[in-house]
T-cell receptor
């Protein structure tokens, strides 16, 4: 079953923060996060493997609550380049990545 | 620039045509994937190849026929497609066992069925 992301869309001014959530109804082995700009390929951001694990990538970090079957992506001090659609991807079977519903993020000057 | 190359970038075909989409990677990845993506929707997994063998087929109609001739190439053969098959088709690759490995995506082929 497809993970559900919230919110569906976010509008920010440069420098503002945002949180994107990803919830699954089933137990997860891992959570991936990707960003896709319009007309481009999805680009890998990070993978979280263990419950409670937090990973960071510059000003973008994420957490994984295995018990709650949830992951959150944190974007701090947003930049114009952060605009795009963010997808979580959850994996229960090896090599079978199921993408979430997506969150569209727009950052304005 | 992406490390996964897909050709063609755009394809328009009639419902009776036969065409093929191609995907190539030289990262030494032994898992390759086909996804279908409709506008404003997430990518949907179609097929997974692991060590050049088909390991996952997500109940895709037989008018889509994948092929993995070697570890670097992945093809998707198309025949008698329907208008609802119009979409962006993405290829991806990763190390086998993608739970701790990122998937690398190509830019996709935008397919339109007339």
């Amino acid at each position: 079953q497809q993970p559900v992301q919230s919110p569906q869309a976010v509008i920010l001014r440069e420098g503002e923060d945002a949180v994107i959530n990803c919830s699954s109804s089933k137990a997860l082995y891992s959570v991936h996060w990707y960003r896709q700009k319009h007309g481009e390929a999805p680009v890998f951001l990070m993978i979280l493997l263990k419950g409670g694990e937090q990973k960071g990538h510059e000003k973008i970090s994420a957490s994984f609550n295995e018990k709650k079957q949830q992951s959150s992506l944190y974007l701090t001090a947003s930049q114009l380049s952060y605009s795009g659609t963010y997808f979580c991807g959850t994996e229960r079977d090896t090599d079978k990545l199921i993408f979430g519903t997506g969150t569209r993020l727009q950052v304005f000057p | 620039d992406t490390e996964v190359t897909q050709t063609p970038k755009h394809l328009v075909m009639g419902m009776t045509n036969k065409k093929s989409l191609k995907c190539e990677q030289h990262m030494g990845h032994r898992a390759m994937y086909w996804y279908k993506q409709k506008a404003k929707k997430p990518p949907e997994l179609m097929f997974v190849y692991s060590y050049e063998k088909l390991s996952i087929n997500e109940s895709v109609p037989s008018r889509f026929s994948p092929e993995c001739p070697n570890s670097s190439l992945l093809n998707l053969h198309l025949h008698a497609l329907q208008p609802e098959d119009s979409a962006l088709y993405l290829c991806a690759s990763s190390q086998v066992g993608s739970s701790n490995q990122p998937q690398h995506f190509g830019d996709g082929t935008r397919l339109s069925i007339l």
